[in-house]
């Protein structure tokens, strides 16, 4: 019984470090070859974290459906440092970073699946913690063209 409180006091901590994709929007059409801000929200936690790390990556998705970001990330966009802060100009966003990533010129046109994984250390012990989460946008080619969308989580 004792295990169990533990086991769920673990998941409930690292529930509470949970990250959001701000932008783009689900359902959102980027252009293959030009620069996008992909906006990382991670809200307030009564937990300690150090962040580690944070990879953007963006995965075309084939006939078959998405694959999900834990098993391919696709074309990595960022790898490195994230320090989510508060805005200077809104008072509203919850702790973030922006990040200017360029959409590869070779990706497919149509539904894609754009992941960010991130990993902190979680309290004092401390623990890591690996979470990927994901939103799916339209990709156009410089025409404009573009296939049907669909959303799905990690």
Not at 4 to 30: M, N, V
Not at 55 to 65: K, R
Not at 113 to 124: C, E, Q, R, V, Y
Request: aromatic residues 4%; hydrophobic residues 40%.
């Amino acid at each position: 019984m004792r295990s169990a409180l533990i086991l769920s006091s673990l998941a409930a901590l690292a529930y509470g470090q949970s990250i959001q994709i701000g932008a783009p929007a689900a359902g959102e059409t980027i252009t293959a070859g030009s620069n996008i801000t992909v906006s990382v929200f991670k809200p307030n936690s009564l937990t300690g974290s150090t962040e580690v790390s944070l990879i953007l990556a963006i995965n075309s998705c084939s006939d078959g459906g998405c694959q999900s970001p834990s098993n391919v990330l696709g074309n990595v966009l960022y790898m490195g440092e994230w320090q989510p802060d508060y805005s200077n100009t809104s008072s509203s966003l919850p702790p973030h970073q922006n990040f200017t990533v360029q959409v590869p010129d070779s990706l497919q046109n149509g539904t894609a699946t754009l992941s960010a994984s991130h990993l902190a250390l979680i309290g004092a012990g401390p623990y890591p913690d690996l979470e990927i989460v994901n939103t799916t946008v339209n990709v156009a080619n410089a025409n404009g063209t573009v296939a049907n969308m669909t959303t799905s989580d990690a």
